[in-house]
């Protein structure tokens, strides 16, 4: 089946630096991709739709000046979160849709663990 | 108003016995799509099953089987003969036409816990 890989799985940072995230898909190429966010116990909250090749969607409430989306290839986007504060702690996940799919299945990173300190 | 609804925060069940994890949903469009997925304590989203709007028969894969009432709105996950791997967290979502953007907004999911 559709993979897809998602890098680093936990960071740790100092509040204040950047972190990039990287979500490849390895197997199928994907026009869009999506980045979740995921507090303890809770459900996934959509945060904006990567778009190859333009920019990206951001849901209500999300900065996009401090979570910045870049979706240069088919198969890969990333996700950098600029100048970290503890209160960007949190679990964020990445998925990619399967064109080639019947029901156009999304396949999901294994998400990444950041801890601002 | 919630699109996704999961009624119980947490279920406990017996090894090899079934579960039904409940999910309703709202929306106005003709053309949709559910979802259910698991997600273990490790953290990664593994797809489960799937059903379209316009599909007359319930969704199956090997142990889980999706009962879609669509008057209902509701798109309760089966779990069969559960097993201890079983136990994670469960999430229904939904994906709306082109409308909604093609997106998946998920329900606050079920803790399904399988004792022996």
């Known amino acids: 089946g559709a993979v897809v890989s998602q890098h680093p799985s936990w960071v740790i940072c100092k509040s204040g630096t950047s972190v990039k995230i990287e979500c490849r898909s390895l197997d199928f190429q994907a026009t869009t991709m999506f980045w979740y966010r995921q507090f303890p116990k809770q459900s996934l909250m959509l945060m904006a739709t990567?778009?190859?090749?333009?920019?990206?969607?951001?849901e209500q409430g999300v900065e996009k000046d401090k979570f910045l989306i870049n979706h240069a290839s088919l198969t890969l986007s990333t996700l950098t979160v600029t100048s970290a504060h503890p209160e960007d702690s949190s679990f964020y996940i990445c998925s990619a849709r399967d064109l080639g799919t019947v029901n156009e299945k999304l396949f999901f990173g294994s998400g990444t663990q950041l801890s601002v300190l | 108003a919630q699109k996704i609804t999961q009624t119980q925060p947490g279920m406990f069940v017996q090894e090899k016995e079934a579960v039904t994890l409940d999910c309703t949903y709202d929306t106005s469009d003709q053309s949709y799509g559910l979802f259910w997925y698991k997600q273990p304590s490790s953290g990664e989203m593994i797809f489960l099953i799937y059903?379209?709007?316009?599909?007359?028969q319930n969704a199956t894969e090997g142990r889980y089987s999706l009962n879609f009432q669509k008057a209902r709105k509701s798109a309760n996950l089966v779990i069969s003969a559960s097993q201890l791997g079983d136990s994670a967290m469960y999430f229904c979502a939904m994906r709306e036409g082109p409308g909604g953007g093609n997106k998946l907004t998920f329900g606050t999911g079920t803790q399904l816990k399988v004792e022996l």
């Open positions: 059903q379209g709007s316009y599909d007359e």
């Open positions: 990567s778009n190859e090749g333009s920019k990206a969607t951001y």
